[in-house]
């Protein structure tokens, strides 16, 4: 499986995290198996060849919302894709609706967003994308979330009260800030563990965990497998089957 993540231009990066694109060979096991692990973004997906299915068979377009612990894709031999991997607050924009609603599924893209097509490359996906307009406050949280490591950070940051940010992560996240910020750090400490250098106990503290048995007890919630089992599977935001 060949998979390659492109990153978006700088004035994207509130909504988008990156493209990426899948291609599977013609020449391998008719089904390969991996799990997906969560990072907090939704994924609005364009399947170019093949078959994925994940609850179900998947339409050649199609969203997939934030999951919230591990989910086991299988992909065709054959199988290409390109796809945009978005924070939740830019689903609004693109259509409308709560990412709430799409926590844990997917729904056919025509049905969640019908002004929405998603091209055939990343480029043209970036492009389609700089012309959504931004509210200010939403920039403005989206950049605090970044930067933040908790709730009360991010309320420091925007001037937000406690209430006022849970309420926004309510209607644009569609999880509370505590639990969305330990997706995040937690995929943050996936994405850079097959090429860390130091030792799992150094990573977590690089990571913001308190100690190895804090990173430990998440990642056997959202990866579903103990950290060194991880560092071993890990391609990407995948777990190799």
């Known amino acids: 499986m060949h998979y390659r993540e492109t990153h978006p231009p700088d004035q994207l990066l509130p ?3 990156l493209g990426w694109t899948l291609s599977v060979p013609d020449d391998g096991p008719k089904w390969i198996v991996h799990t997906a692990t969560p990072d907090g973004c939704m994924e609005i997906i364009r399947r170019l060849a093949g078959r994925s299915t994940w609850n179900g068979e998947q339409p050649e377009q ?5 999951i919230t612990r591990p989910a086991e894709l299988r992909i065709a031999a054959g199988s290409r894709f390109v796809a945009l991997r978005i924070w939740p ?4 924009l693109l259509s409308g609706n709560s990412p709430a609603s ?6 056919p893209l025509a049905d969640a967003a019908p002004a929405f097509d998603m091209p055939a ?3 043209a996906a970036f492009a389609g994308l700089a012309a959504v307009q931004a509210p200010a406050d939403l920039l403005a949280m989206a950049a605090a979330i970044s930067a933040a490591q908790t709730a009360g950070e991010i309320s420091l940051r925007t001037g937000r009260s ?3 940010v849970q309420r ?3 209607s644009n996240v569609g999880q509370p800030p505590r639990s969305y910020l330990r997706m995040r750090r937690f995929s943050d400490a996936l994405a850079e563990l097959a090429s860390a250098q ?3 106990a150094g990573h977590a503290l690089d990571h913001g965990f308190a100690d190895q048995s804090h990173m430990a007890r998440d990642f056997r919630a959202l990866a579903g497998t103990p950290a060194r089992t991880a560092k071993a599977r890990s391609q990407g935001p995948f777990l190799s089957g």
């Open 15 to 17: 909504l988008v995290k």
């Open 62 to 66: 199609f969203v997939a919302g934030a």
């Open 89 to 92: 607050w830019a689903w609004r």
């Open 102 to 107: 799409l926590s844990d599924r997917w729904l």
């Open 121 to 123: 490359t990343i480029e």
């Open 168 to 170: 926004w992560f309510e």
């Open 198 to 200: 130091e030792s799992l």
């Open 162 to 164: 406690p209430r006022s």
